[in-house]
């Protein structure tokens, strides 16, 4: 049975106005998503993906059925001049037809140059399955009011253990079976650096990329060295540099940054990074903060993209060392801190500093540990399983 996903209501709703865009990593469910509504919201529609030959041709030359309420295009980013074609697309027809376009790498970057799409789109990112979204939960957020959370579960439980061992892209999570998933893992990475990575970006030696793709899992939730990886990699800085961003861009990974204010001095240009798939990672301390990582990013992503917020996700660290996993600001102005832990810990001095540093309206301290929550010095300590209700 296919789980009607988190982002279809606000996208049915949408495509009544303009064009919508969907993005996100290969296999999380992006033309499962995009025929659902189809299915669900119009008599007849019409699909063409641009990786196969007789649909390539009717893109082309714009062989759409009559009848069609809707038309859906993936890939067609692989076409040299989509936005052109999609800017004259929308502008001759939209009164006749319904528009969604879908694609494994950052639609929103490729569109630069050109004819600008702008004001003819709304752009989402499809994120794998989360806590919330299989409970549907459905918590009311707002920014700077305070979090609500549903009551702890035991299936809640089992559901973030599958999480943790299994991800949250949708068929191996559903399959729940160890062998399939790492099968699963191998060819879809192969399939990302071989044909996506290959098919749009200009790589000599893929063989380093690929390197780096097995680098990165090292570095979750530590400050991230273009010089060091450089040298591993035995390549120049700018080349290193060059293969995160196209490995950015395509959602095998995503940085964060340091959160800048004139009351801490951080370190600004260093970023941290967080895969899309934490169920890669060996390491569970890695693998906890990539998780809660991965539930705020879609948090962020998705109040940006339907309600509208300049929301961003920061981590912060002053010069002196002092450290908190994650911030969520808007506006450049503190909502909310999280300070991922596998088990309860007494010490939250961080947390107090850059509460009080920042006014920081709230913050956690999240644990993997079921059964915990209370609060003391204005910090409430909460179990995940609990906390990730409150989120998308």
Do not use: C
């Not at 994650?326 to 503190?334: I, N, Q, S």
Request: hydrophobic fraction near 40%; glycine fraction near 4%; avoid cysteine.
């Amino acid at each position: 049975m296919i789980k009607k996903r988190y982002l279809e209501d606000v996208i049915r709703q949408d495509l009544n106005t303009k064009m919508v865009f969907i993005g996100g990593p290969r296999q999380v469910g992006k033309i499962t998503l995009t025929k659902q509504i189809a299915k669900d919201n119009f008599s007849h529609f019409a699909y063409f993906n641009w990786d196969y030959q007789p649909d390539r041709k009717k893109i082309i030359t714009m062989r759409f059925p009559a009848e069609s309420g809707l038309l859906i295009f993936d890939e067609i980013h692989k076409y040299k001049d989509w936005k052109n074609y999609l800017k004259g697309l929308y502008d001759k027809y939209k009164s006749n037809y319904k528009i969604m376009v879908s694609g494994s790498a950052k639609l929103n970057v490729y569109r630069r140059g050109g004819d600008s799409l702008m004001g003819r789109y709304f752009y989402y990112v499809l994120h794998p399955y989360s806590l919330g979204e299989l409970k549907k939960s459905h918590p009311v957020l707002v920014p700077f009011k305070k979090l609500s959370f549903s009551a702890e579960r035991d299936d809640n439980q089992q559901i973030l253990r599958d999480l943790l061992r299994f991800g949250g892209f949708p068929e191996p999570f559903s399959k729940k079976n160890v062998v399939f998933w790492r099968r699963w893992e191998r060819e879809r990475l192969d399939v990302l650096v071989k044909e996506e990575i290959r098919s749009l970006e200009r790589v000599n030696e893929l063989s380093g990329l690929q390197i780096l793709v097995e680098l990165l899992p090292d570095k979750v939730g530590s400050l991230l060295s273009v010089n060091n990886l450089a040298q591993d990699l035995q390549v120049s800085y700018k080349t290193a540099k060059s293969w995160l961003d196209i490995l950015e861009r395509f959602y095998y990974f995503f940085r964060i940054y340091p959160f800048a204010s004139k009351k801490v001095r951080s370190l600004r240009k260093m970023t941290k990074a967080y895969l899309w798939d934490w169920s890669v990672l060996d390491d569970q301390g890695a693998k906890f903060e990539n998780l809660i990582a991965a539930h705020l990013l879609k948090l962020t992503d998705f109040l940006r993209n339907n309600q509208g917020y300049n929301i961003e996700l920061f981590y912060l660290r002053d010069k002196q060392g002092r450290e908190v996993d994650f911030l969520v600001a808007v506006d450049k102005k503190p909502w909310f801190m999280v300070e991922a832990k596998l088990k309860l810990e007494e010490k939250n001095n961080n947390l107090k500093y850059f509460k009080r540093k920042l006014l920081v309206p709230y913050s956690y301290q999240v644990v993997l540990t079921p059964g915990i929550d209370f609060v003391q010095d204005d910090i409430r300590t909460i179990s995940a399983v609990k906390f990730l209700t409150g989120l998308v």
